[in-house]
């Protein structure tokens, strides 16, 4: 099993910054892929990021390109989500997920262990 607890999320102005962080622990040399999804209400979870444990390759979805850095601490089992020149629109809870199979996937059916959340507002 892998645990993960996300934290950082908060009220933000657009044009602001916030710094998500996914503390994992658990089976985490278990996992290859993490990734960070986002979901606003009446929407379905849709892919934000990801980062693999080794070599530490980025995938972004088109909607943060350029804004947001996803970045990983080995040593402290913790993944990152700096996100930067944020907007109205990206308001939503953010998730952190684990994926066990070794490849990069980008829906939330291809990850294995999720965190409970943590909301992102960007006022306008």
């Known amino acids: 099993q892998v645990q993960l607890v996300e934290s950082g999320g908060g009220l933000v102005q657009a044009g602001g910054s916030l710094r998500l962080s996914c503390a994992a622990s658990?089976?985490?040399?278990?996992?290859?892929?993490m990734g960070w999804f986002r979901q606003a209400p009446g929407k379905e979870r849709e892919f934000v990021a990801a980062?693999?444990?080794?070599?530490?390759?980025?995938y972004y979805a088109d909607s943060v390109k350029g804004r947001f850095t996803i970045s990983r601490d080995n040593a402290k089992n913790t993944v990152y989500l700096q996100m930067n020149s944020l907007k109205p629109e990206d308001t939503a809870v953010y998730y952190c997920?684990?994926?066990?199979?070794?490849?990069?996937?980008?829906?939330?059916?291809?990850?294995?262990?999720w965190g409970q959340g943590t909301q992102v507002t960007v006022s306008s």
């Open positions: 997920a684990a994926g066990l199979r070794l490849r990069v996937g980008f829906h939330p059916k291809e990850y294995d262990y």
């Open positions: 658990g089976r985490t040399f278990s996992t290859y892929v």
């Open positions: 980062i693999t444990w080794i070599g530490g390759n980025t």
